[in-house]
Each structure stands twice: as C-alpha cells, then as structure tokens.
C-alpha cells in the first residue's frame, strides 16, 4: 500500500479501456484505495493506454509527465496497448515505475506490494500468446456502461496493431455476460454498450451460442433501459442481428460500422473482409428494417496508395449511403503491420487535408440527420452531470439533446419535443413526460 491510498486514472482510447479501467478501478478499491480526478495530487496514476494512432502515443507519454509534475513523488503505472506494444520504451520513460501488459494488467492489486522494491522488475506479462480472458465493466464514470463481452481480433487488417496488442479473439460466457449486466442494473445505469475489438465475432466460451444468442438473452435482464451495440463489422451483421433490433424495446436503433474506405482497391489492400457493394448492402438493408436509424462509420484517410481518384470515391460512396455521423482516421505508419512498407506513402499534409474534408462532411451529415427530427417527439436518457444549467442525453436513435437541468430528470426515460439546434448543433428540447 502507498501513502494515503489515492489513486487516479486516465484512459485513452476506446469504450472497451473505458471498460477495464473501471475494472481495475473497483479491484483497487477493494484493498483499500480511494479514488481522486487525474488533477489531484494521489500516490498511484495509472494511465491505460491507446495505440491506435501515433498521436495516442504521443498523448500517453504527455500524460506521464503531468501526472509526475503534479506529484513527483508518486508512483505511475502504465497499462494498455501502448504498453504491451512498447513495454521497454515506456519503462525507459523518467517516472514510470510499473509497465502491465495485456497478461498482467489486472493483477496490478497483487503487484503493487513489490512496486517499491527498486530491483523489481517493472515489465510484467507482455507475453502475447496464450492470453486469458478478463471480464470487465464500467460503472459510476457515465451515465451508460460499457460492458466487455469479448476481446482480441483474428483478422489481419494490414494497418492495425490491435491483434498484437491484444492477441486472438477471445470472449465471455453469456452466464457470466447476463450476471454482469444484473450487477450493472443494480447499480442504478440503465444504459449498456456492448463493447470489444471484434463483437460481432462473439463466441461463448462454453456453448458456443453467437452475438445474436447473446442479445436475446440481454434483452431479458431487468433494470436495463437501452443496450448499444458498439463498432460491428458489416460481414458480421445479419439478417437475424437486424430483425432483432427492429423489434427490440431494449436495443436502441443506432449502428456504428466500420467502412475505412469507399474504394474497392484500397478496402483490398487493407485486406477488409467486405467490398463497397456489401458494405452498401448492409447498410441499405438496415434503413429498409429500422428508418429511424443513426448509421456511424469509421474511415480511414490517407492509407498508402489512395490516389486522389480513391479518395473521391470514398466521398462519393459515403455521399451516396445514408450515414449519420463519420469518425474519420488519419492513417498512422505502424510497427509490424504490412501497411509500412506499402508504396505509394500519402503526405502528412494530404492526410490532413483529406480527414478535414471528411470531418466537414461529417457535421453536414449528422445535422441532416437531426434536422429530420426537429419538432417530433422522442425519449431521451439524460446524463448525471449539469453543464450550464442543463441535463445533455441521446434520444434512442443517438440525437445529442439539452434540456433544462433538474436532479429529477437525472438517469430518467423522458419524452420530449426536439425545437431547434443550439450553437454546438445540440438539439434544444422541452420536457413533455416522464417515464421510469
């Protein structure tokens, strides 16, 4: 144990960090740690790390230095992708005393009684072989949880280091799945996003059922308003996982599906497991089943060998597609992919440029998307926090709306009447009813 027992964390990257920090966060509670804002002074920072971009690397070791500037003498963990990719590079880092990769990242409890013994070893378990599965889920940082079912990733996109981070796909047990969704219920959240690398690809450890076994099962869990179902490869979304929904009182009619690009040839070199024609199906096959849907895709801009040509496609195929909303990815050069040592390497000033051009595209999509729902009625679920004197939460379809704050209305099912945009293209709204 450490002085006072306060511990801080920051978290870069994805839902599925978000998932396993708070994880961390309760197994050090447990023994004895209270917790306090990254800005506080604590004796232990743990910082769980992103590496999907060089910018996330670069944030991870600024982070390290705020956290030693704040309290020089107090110890740092480093956890996450970053840290199973670069585990020596990270420990040569001044300040940091512990590097976890992905084997040992929840037996940080166990290893902080010998993190004061200066001949300890500070690398533990970057083995990528051969990893177990950890169960994990947010509770008490938002308003929703994120709830892990699976972890790891078997394709081998030639950009992406996440199966070197996180080794093969591996996943829960729905048993285990289920309890962990009752906890989360019992804690007072009513929304769950279903998180992972690969979700689509969930398998049960024990009998084997599918993603589409799994969800039936969720929607059945009491206290549970909402589900999401986060980042889904279009290959892996069928007819059944789309009806469900449809159907569903619980899942919310909002996809996020990774595009990367609209160009056949670029998708082909990224060795994506779909072409624009299947994407595009999906994607069609989904408005026809649910029209109210918020559609998200994630691209990527600048990948070696996107010709101005491929890059037009990717915004005329995207124009052309009914989406919501786009996060959009400057291509980053990554160890030990195939990708860094592609011909055809795009400039960092054309990157730029381009992901520009997709985020301005971006912000016209999702305000026609809103536009459609000014003055109709919707539910919402507001969050805990109050920014300014309102209460900010989605309504089922993922529309970012504001009402005037009320402790009443915090973590409540409201219908409301959607009236007009505000100056960050949040939809003002008036309360009509309140349901549980």
Known sequence: MLKNNLVAFYTLGCKLNFSE????????????????DFENKADLYVINTCSVTENANRECR???????????????????????????AIAEISGVDMVLGANDKFNLPKLLNTINEKQTEKIHGCEIDNLDYHSSYSLNDRTRSFLKIQDGCDYPCTYCTIPLARGKSRCDSIENIIKNAENIAVNGIK????????????????????????????????GIQRYRISSIEPNLITNDIIDFVKKSNK????????????????????????????YGNKVQAIIKAIPNVCIGADVIVGFPGETEQEFEKTLHFIKDLPISYLHVFSYSERENTEAIHFDGVVSKKKRSERSKQLRILSEKLQRNFYQKYLLTEQNALFERENKDGFLYGFTENYIRVKIPFSEKHVQRKIKIKLLSFDKNSNILSEKLTTNN
């Open 21 to 36: 920090t708070s994880t961390i966060g309760r197994q050090l509670s447990d023994i004895g740690y209270s917790k306090t």
């Open 62 to 88: 600024r982070i390290i230095r705020k956290a030693k500037k704040t309290a020089p003498n107090s110890k740092v963990v480093v956890t996450g992708c970053y840290a199973q990719l670069k585990p020596k």
């Open 191 to 222: 929304e769950i996003v279903l998180t992972g690398v690969n979700i689509g690809e969930f398998i049960d450890i024990n009998t084997k059922n599918n993603f589409y076994d799994l969800i039936k099962k969720l929607e059945k869990v009491e």
């Open 251 to 278: 899942f919310m009619p909002h996809f996020h599906i990774p595009m990367q690009s609209g160009s056949d040839a670029i998708l082909g070199k990224m060795k994506r497991r779909y072409n624009t024609t299947v």
